[in-house]
């Protein structure tokens, strides 16, 4: 059975001294699990916009580069779990259309969840959590 780990690409930044109480991401054979991933924020982690479209595409894009960083694209992507401080009824279209674009060209989607919540950390809107696995 294979074992928990870090990445490779992750390893060099991880500083277990200064950390947040979770990993980014883990790495159980070719299963990559990626930690909730928010906006931009700026220096005093307020968020760049208020737009949830915008918020989105924000987190479409880091995400790109994590995956990247891993050695994995939008096509690994096998399971998407979306939160929103921002309503259902209101943010789900917005989202939807961020998410769309992000995933644009994939032949089989992600299974996907979204839930309405409370509150977000940084009062951001939208927070997004995936996982990955590596292609044969």
Do not use: W
Request: charged fraction near 30%; charge should be negative.
């Amino acid at each position: 059975m294979p074992k928990k780990q870090i990445p490779e690409a992750f390893k060099v930044s991880f500083d277990p001294e200064n950390k947040l109480p979770f990993s980014p991401v883990v790495q159980i054979g070719n299963h990559f699990h990626f930690s909730g991933t928010l906006p931009d924020l700026d220096k005093d982690n307020k968020t760049v916009t208020d737009d949830i479209f915008d918020q989105t595409l924000q987190v479409m894009a880091r995400m790109k580069k994590l995956l990247k960083k891993c050695g994995l694209s939008f096509k690994d992507v096998y399971s998407v779990t979306i939160l929103t401080s921002d309503g259902l009824e209101g943010a789900y279209p917005e989202i939807n259309k961020a998410y769309a674009e992000a995933f644009e060209g994939v032949e089989i989607m992600p299974r996907r969840k979204c839930f309405s919540v409370y509150e977000l950390p940084f009062d951001v809107q939208v927070e997004i959590e995936f996982d990955a696995v590596k292609q044969d």
